[in-house]
């Protein structure tokens, strides 16, 4: 027990300074391992995103998943500001109503 409680403080203390990890902006490509079943649920979104039209899709895609703001995605695109808006909360809206469709997936 106090051993374990050691290597955690230690742990710890490598993290707080910094030696314990790596800035994700030095590295060249970042990568997270995933299971089977989490890489088919990622193309299962993929297909539901790409299935929305065109002008749900964009949105969604450039607000979500590239972060722009709505008034960048507004920029891009050439929209209101307003469109950017109403198209993300229905595209959110397709999207949530698709995945609740899917079968649950275990933890």
């Known amino acids: 027990m106090t051993r374990?409680?050691?290597i955690d403080e230690i742990r710890k203390r490598k993290v707080r300074i910094g030696s314990g990890t790596i800035d994700a902006s030095a590295q060249e490509e970042l990568s997270v391992e995933a299971s089977g079943?989490?890489?088919?649920?990622?193309?299962?979104?993929?297909?539901?995103?790409?299935?929305?039209?065109e002008g749900?899709?964009?949105?969604?895609?450039?607000?979500?998943?590239?972060?722009h703001s709505y008034r960048e995605a507004a920029e891009i695109l050439k929209i209101p500001n307003g469109t950017v808006m109403s198209r993300i909360s229905t595209a959110r809206i397709r999207l949530a109503a698709m995945v609740s469709e899917l079968p649950k997936m275990r933890a």
């Open 37 to 53: 079943e989490m890489a088919v649920y990622a193309n299962q979104l993929h297909r539901m995103i790409h299935s929305m039209p």
């Open 4 to 6: 374990n409680l050691w």
């Open 56 to 67: 749900l899709a964009s949105v969604f895609l450039l607000v979500n998943v590239e972060g």
